[in-house]
Nanobody, 120 residues
Framework: QVQLVESGGGLVQAGGSLRLSCAASGRTFSSYAMAWFRQVPGKEREFVAGLYSTIRYADSVKGRFTISRNNAKNTVSLQMNSLKPEDTGDYYC????????????????WGQGTQVTVSS
């Protein structure tokens, strides 16, 4: 069982930066693929970034976002730079056994979400 708690969302102007953090419980954190998804009302949850043995980004965030993890502290972070209004949404941390997937339904554990709003 893994419990995830996100933090770090907020309101930022376009071009600004935010850093999201996800704290995980559980002794086997390092064995989980971790990912960030985002969702806006009326749309399906969208893959943003994930890492396990490799790192993967959505094309829309490549070069602007960086995902990282600290297995000693059971945390995963998402550094978001050069933010755009279209990055606005609720951001969720997710975990699954095995490799990264871009499909949200394949993840077993989810945080409660943190809101990111980018103003133009």
């Amino acid at each position: 069982q893994v419990q995830l708690v996100e933090s770090g969302g907020g309101l930022v102007q376009a071009g600004g930066s935010l850093r999201l953090s996800c704290a995980a419980s559980g002794r086997t954190f390092s064995s989980y693929a971790m990912a960030w998804f985002r969702q806006v009302p009326g749309k399906e949850r969208e893959f943003v970034a994930g890492l396990y043995s490799t790192i993967r980004y959505a094309d829309s965030v490549k070069g602007r976002f960086t995902i990282s993890r600290n297995n000693a502290k059971n945390t995963v972070s998402l550094q978001m730079n050069s933010l755009k209004p279209e990055d606005t949404g609720d951001y969720y941390c997710a975990a699954k056994r095995g490799f990264i997937s871009t499909t949200w339904t394949e993840y077993d554990y989810w945080g409660q979400g943190t809101q990111v709003t980018v103003s133009s």
